[in-house]
């Protein structure tokens, strides 16, 4: 009898040690997920306004969503970011991979100009020669002026997607060559071949847009002496 009493406290007390050590690894795991939450809040408030603006630029309208369904994926998977220092890379991976699953499904499909035989078109001959500032001494910056934020923006939202794309993350960004080719799943040669590309094309469509705009006829001319 006092060997089965004997056995039954020493039960009760390893399964209470068990209680224990698993109640502070509960509370280990919870204190580790609530201080990793918080760490995520801190990285997605700092990176916000920059998130946006890319979103924005990438899918205008629904910039808003493409954000919250980069936070949520970047929240899913934030325990295993080890250095956040490289958070704000991180999050653009994610936004820019959204953002072409929903190119790829055609969720958000903007009207993009056709591509025609860019490589023939200059923007410096095309001022050079039509001449709309026949009194200026700067023709290119008279004509750069002519464009708001909004304008440039609306050009840019007119470039094809693997043209757009490229040209946002490396001139906005300001993100290298190489880190871009790797975010896109590129080599390197293709990735400076759209960048070129996407430049020509650019300023082919600043210059179709200032003749749809009229952005040449208001153009401030200086009266001849």
């Not at 306004?49 to 980069?70: G, I, M, N, W």
């Not at 300001?174 to 094309?201: C, F, I, M, N």
Request: with cysteine; hydrophobic share 40%.
């Amino acid at each position: 009898m006092a060997g089965a009493c004997s056995a039954e406290r020493q039960y009760r007390g390893a399964r209470g040690r068990l209680c224990c050590q698993e109640r502070r690894r509960a509370e280990t795991r919870w204190q580790a997920t609530d201080a990793s939450s918080e760490d995520f809040t801190r990285v997605a408030r700092e990176q916000l306004p920059r998130l946006y603006s890319l979103a924005r630029h990438l899918v205008d309208d629904q910039a808003e969503d493409l954000v919250q369904e980069c936070l949520l994926k970047a929240f899913r998977g934030f325990g295993r970011l080890r250095d956040h220092q490289a958070a704000p890379a991180w999050l653009t991976t994610i936004l820019v991979n959204c953002a072409r699953d929903r190119f790829r499904t055609g969720a958000h499909r903007p009207q993009e100009a056709p591509l025609g035989d860019v490589e023939d078109f200059s923007l410096y001959r095309q001022i050079a020669v039509e001449d709309p500032f026949p009194y200026s001494d700067s023709l290119h910056l008279d004509f750069l002026c002519r464009f708001g934020p909004e304008d440039v923006w609306a050009v840019l939202r007119t470039l094809p997607e693997p043209y757009r794309v490229p040209l946002m993350l490396v001139h906005m960004e300001d993100l290298p060559t190489k880190q871009v080719a790797r975010l896109l799943e590129l080599p390197l040669g293709t990735l400076l071949s759209r960048l070129h590309r996407g430049r020509k094309l650019f300023e082919r469509e600043l210059w179709e847009y200032a003749v749809r705009h009229d952005l040449l006829k208001t153009a401030f001319q200086k009266e001849p002496a």
